[in-house]
């Protein structure tokens, strides 16, 4: 989506700009005062570049007058002379979202102040701006920025972006998790407008061309909708070339020795000292940074790693205190669909098959505590928080990674953590299949077996109703 070209207002300053300054008769003491305000940030704001334009035909001779907001976002512009003006205001904040200054037509008459409020528009406008009226009314948002080269800062055009998010869809047939995605295509200019994600959730956000993409990047969308966020990302292989170095402290600022920082899905992982400071290798680019340490809530951050020294400093919070458990009843769906084919290929016993009820007696309180002790599985423990899958090739005697298809769809596993991409508990059904030649066709790899994961409710969530009709 391009970005809107400036219209009226701004070619009206761009011209007054080339104008000769002339000096404004004194003798009327008309002025205007008032305050410009960001309604998506919800805060005064201050540094905007307020402009009054003349735009009556006996005023062409007085020149344009200009200011600046103060750090409350008041403004005052005195000793004008009597006659019509257009107010308006530039700031970076209208240009990050993509926005046409906006202008108010006043009358100055009667040596009087008139009073002018000026804004960012709302973040509802904002979102119907590029997404279309009914998405303001509706409970999506969106996000807006550039994509840019990660080496030289500038914009990057003709990128795909797209975002993931899971939520769980309830239904009279019941409760099931669902991955639901969006994506746009970025301007020659490297501007993209991304609608339709959840407000008020996480996303998983990643941009690409056909040769490179950036980092996986889970983001917060803010409650009103509208997210802005540039992503960079380096043309080539992306190596790391650049440390990131920071601190690592907890909520009242003590250091954290010990905690466990790294790059989200990727093997590059550091220790902080016992002063709590770390120093992890990275490619530049837009990129996710995990914070980890028994004891605290695991923190992830986006960081734009760029040419040069990078300081990024990390609070850890401690645990808050657990609440009773809250069970939610629905009635069990039918077994239909993919988990009726997961039924067909269980009784042909070509491998090894975990329903739900055999997961609920395996209490397990990550994913991969469900693959220990699978014949043909192997579970590594990288450190004491991260584990990597991994089974035996077809020639029989190095190790691969298997082959690993969620909902029916293949991931690329590479190196990572499944722990971290799969919640144990939105796992209905595995299948395990240790050798190529076991798994269907639908689902084999080239040299090494596959690992098949169909997400949904289960125990409290899957169980009927007392009283509800079967």
Request: charge should be positive; hydrophobic fraction near 45%.
């Amino acid at each position: 989506m391009s970005r809107p070209v400036r219209r009226g207002w701004g070619v009206c300053l761009a011209g007054l700009a080339l104008t000769s300054a002339v000096t404004a008769p004194r003798g009327g003491a008309q002025g205007v005062r008032g305050v410009v305000y960001d309604s998506v940030g919800r805060a005064p704001l201050a540094g905007a570049h307020v402009q009054l334009v003349p735009v009556d035909g006996a005023m062409h001779a007085v020149a344009r007058r200009t200011t600046h907001t103060d750090a409350a976002g008041a403004f005052a512009v005195d000793s004008l002379p009597a006659g019509r003006y257009l107010v308006g205001f530039f700031h970076p904040r209208l240009d990050s979202l993509g926005l046409d200054p906006l202008v108010k037509r006043v009358e100055l008459r009667g040596g009087r102040v008139t009073t002018v409020e000026l804004s960012v528009p709302s973040s509802e406008t904002v979102v119907a701006t590029w997404c279309g009226p009914k998405a303001a009314t509706d409970s999506l948002g969106v996000v807006l920025g550039y994509t840019r080269d990660a080496t030289s800062a500038n914009t990057w055009g003709d990128a795909r972006v797209s975002a993931q998010w899971r939520m769980i869809a309830i239904s009279p047939r019941g409760a099931r998790a669902e991955v639901q995605g969006a994506s746009t295509q970025a301007s020659p200019r490297g501007w993209f407008a991304l609608c339709g994600v959840p407000r008020g959730g996480l996303v998983v956000l990643r941009a690409s061309t056909d040769a490179d993409s950036s980092a996986t990047l889970e983001v917060d969308v803010p409650d009103d909708g509208v997210l802005r966020r540039d992503i960079a990302f380096a043309r080539g292989t992306g190596a790391p070339t650049e440390i990131v170095r920071g601190v690592v402290r907890d909520a009242q600022g003590q250091p954290v020795g010990g905690a466990r920082l790294r790059w989200w899905g990727s093997a590059v992982e550091v220790r902080a000292d016992e002063r709590g400071a770390y120093a992890l290798p990275a490619a530049p680019g837009t990129q996710l940074l995990e914070a980890r340490m028994i004891g605290f809530v695991p923190t992830r951050r986006v960081v734009d790693v760029a040419p040069g020294a990078t300081h990024v400093d990390v609070e850890l919070p401690e645990f808050p205190m657990e609440i009773d458990t809250v069970r939610v009843l629905a009635r069990r769906p039918r077994a239909q669909g993919a988990l009726a084919e997961f039924e067909r290929r269980r009784q042909r016993g070509h491998g090894i098959f975990l329903d739900a009820a055999a997961i609920e007696l395996r209490r397990p309180l990550t994913f991969t505590d469900l693959l220990r002790s699978m014949p043909g599985v192997e579970v590594r423990n990288a450190d004491l928080m991260s584990r990597t899958v991994h089974m035996r090739s077809t020639n029989g005697l190095d190790a691969c990674l298997p082959v690993l298809v969620i909902d029916g769809s293949r991931v690329p596993m590479l190196d990572m953590n499944l722990d971290d991409v799969i919640p144990a508990e939105l796992v209905r059904a595995v299948e395990v299949y240790p050798r190529r030649m076991q798994a269907p066709p639908e689902f084999q790899g080239e040299d090494c077996g596959s690992i098949v994961i169909w997400t949904g409710v289960r125990g409290w969530l899957a169980r009927p109703r007392a009283g509800a009709s079967p």
